[in-house]
Nanobody, 129 residues
Framework: QVQLVESGGGLVQAGGSLRLSCAAS????????MGWFRQAPGKEREFVVA????????YYADSVKGRFTISRDNAKNTVYLQMNSLKPEDTAVYYC??????????????????????WGQGTQVTVSS
C-alpha cells in the first residue's frame, strides 16, 4: 500500500504563491492517478485538480483554473501543486489523494472523493487579505 505525506503549506498574503508537495512511500506512484482536494472550516471537502499516471492529462476545478498547476515527477515519487495568485477563499487544508481505479473517461468523475483509495494527512494553507 502507498502512504502519502503533504508538505509546503503555510501563511501567505493574497496574491502570493505556495508550492505543495505530496511524497509517496511504500509503492511507486507511476500507476496512480493523483488528485488534490481541499477543505475549508465549516465546509465539505472539494475537488481541486487531478493528473493522469504519466502527467499527460490534467483536470482542474473552475475555481483554480489558470492559477494552480499540478505536476508530477514519478522518478522522485512526488506530486506537486503550484498555487499562484492566491485568494483568501483558497484558505483550507489541502489533501493529496491517489487511486489505481480505471476510469471510464477523463473529466467529471475525477471529482468524486470515493474514487480515491489513499489520502495524505493534509497541509494547512492560509491566505491573508
Amino acid at each position: 500500500q502507498v502512504q502519502l505525506v503533504e508538505s509546503g503549506g503555510g501563511l501567505v498574503q493574497a496574491g502570493g504563491s505556495l508550492r505543495l508537495s505530496c511524497a509517496a512511500s511504500g509503492r511507486t506512484l507511476s500507476t496512480y492517478i493523483m488528485g488534490w482536494f481541499r477543505q475549508a472550516p465549516g465546509k465539505e471537502r472539494e475537488f481541486v485538480v487531478a493528473i493522469s499516471t504519466t502527467g499527460r492529462s490534467t483536470y482542474y476545478a473552475d475555481s483554480v483554473k489558470g492559477r494552480f498547476t499540478i505536476s508530477r515527477d514519478n522518478a522522485k515519487n512526488t506530486v506537486y501543486l503550484q498555487m499562484n495568485s492566491l485568494k483568501p477563499e483558497d484558505t483550507a487544508v489541502y489533501y493529496c489523494a491517489a487511486t489505481t481505479a480505471a476510469t471510464t473517461g477523463w473529466g467529471t468523475q475525477l471529482r468524486t472523493e470515493t474514487l480515491y483509495d489513499y489520502w495524505g494527512q493534509g497541509t494547512q494553507v492560509t491566505v491573508s487579505s
